[in-house]
């Protein structure tokens, strides 16, 4: 399983180093989307985690935009983790601590994303 992501992660990220990027300028509706969707005031739900990296992988995927390869397979990492949370409870010691990680990892990438798109300093690693 992870060579198989491994190896989509590398093919979406050199196909997409080799694209000419015209179409990326971000509408301003779609620039107040993505703002919208990256505040994390009253993000308390993984379903909402879900629906956030979704729409905002659309948003760049639909302006061919590179800053969308990381929402991409984020997403998709995320997606896996809420079937397990969702389909295998019993796995998890505690449940509720399970998704709260879930949701104060995808805070972090939010609350960067939201930064750099309002022109502040996102953290040190995530340039």
Known sequence: MKIF???ILFSLLFSACSKVQLENTL????????LQLSDTANMTSEMQVQYKLHR???IFQHRNDNRG???????QTTNQAILS???EP?????????K????????RYL????????GKVPEYHWK
Do not use: G
């Open 5 to 7: 992501l491994y190896s």
């Open 27 to 34: 509408s301003p509706e779609e620039m107040n989307e993505l």
């Open 56 to 58: 905002i992988t659309e």
């Open 69 to 75: 390869l990381f929402p991409l397979i984020y997403e």
């Open 85 to 87: 949370l969702q389909n």
């Open 90 to 98: 019993e796995k998890y010691e505690n449940i509720q601590k399970a």
């Open 100 to 107: 709260d990680i879930t949701i104060a990892f995808s805070k």
């Open 111 to 118: 609350f960067n994303l939201h930064d750099h798109l309002t």
